[in-house]
């Protein structure tokens, strides 16, 4: 039963995502790209869309964007470089390392576990009906994506980044104290858990809100691990430097999704 429901979950998580990335594609604006295939006008129009609302591509502050970025792209294809020596010398070591940094400690946030295992944390509160609930989650995350998207050049980086490091770290302590006060052994071997909270309604329904607050606080901050990167680095290095990081992401991700099942059979 417990293969089951771990099965339906992952197929839960491929249709919730899923179709939610391919409308995003589908449907999405275009600019990297354009400005990678000389696509000038199309920039324009993305800018215009952007920055004024009634897509106005005469607007004076639109003009001068779209000539800063077209300058600044042609002065990076002049100095393009295919070595790494530029990639890992002084001046870009720092960038580089940030870069790698936000990747990583994204994935140590804790995001894997409202991802992957929240179906074993509702279980463990006695959540009866955790394929539901977990589906809540992950709208949520995807919903509360979006304002990070729109808002985040208002908000900034680096404050959102702390912001966000600090509302995950409130809700993350706030469940490990519940399940320290609340919780026991699990009395059911053979179990992948070995700590839970029975007949605690109200425990139970905070874990549950926690994990969902989680999320969201990750979501509507430490979503722009992706982009954080991409805007660092230069773009004549820009693809190693993003590999780079990336590998730092997936690194992260392996190692916390192996080690976060043991660790839930250790609690005691």
């Known amino acids: 039963m417990r293969e089951n429901n ?5 197929n839960m998580e491929g249709e919730t995502y899923g179709p939610v990335e391919y409308r995003g594609q589908r449907f999405g604006k275009f600019s990297d790209a354009c400005t990678s295939k000389d696509r000038w006008d199309e920039v324009l129009h993305v800018l215009a869309f952007l920055r004024t609302p009634n897509r106005d591509i005469n607007n004076p502050l639109v003009l001068a964007e ?13 100095k393009e470089s ?10 870009m070591r720092k960038r580089l390392f940030l870069a790698m940094a936000v990747q990583g400690w994204a994935q140590l946030s804790g995001v894997n576990m409202f991802l992957h295992f929240i179906v074993y944390c509702l279980d463990a ?23 990070t998207i729109l808002w985040t050049d208002r908000c900034g980086r680096r404050s959102s980044l702390l912001i966000g490091a600090l509302s995950i770290s409130f809700w993350m ?4 104290g519940i399940f ?13 858990f070995t700590w839970v909270i029975i007949n605690q309604p109200a425990a139970s329904r905070c874990v549950q809100a926690s994990l969902y607050l989680a999320s969201t606080s990750f979501a509507m901050s ?26 730092a992401n997936w ?4 190692t916390y999704s192996l080690a976060v099942p043991p660790l839930f059979c250790k609690i005691h």
């Open 6 to 10: 771990t099965a339906m979950q992952r």
């Open 66 to 78: 779209s000539k800063e970025i077209e300058e600044q792209f042609r002065c990076e294809r002049e």
């Open 82 to 91: 295919s070595s790494y020596r530029e990639l890992f010398g002084k001046p």
């Open 125 to 147: 509160v006695g959540v009866s009906n955790t394929l539901l609930y977990s589906s809540i989650q992950y709208i949520l995350f995807i919903a509360t994506t979006v304002p």
């Open 173 to 176: 302590y706030l469940i490990g």
């Open 180 to 192: 320290a006060t609340f919780g026991q052994l699990n009395p059911v071997p053979n179990q992948p």
């Open 222 to 247: 430490w979503a722009i691990e992706w982009m954080y990167p991409v805007e660092s680095i230069p773009l004549r290095i820009r693809a190693k430097a993003v590999s780079f990081s990336t590998a």
């Open 251 to 254: 690194i992260v991700n392996l």
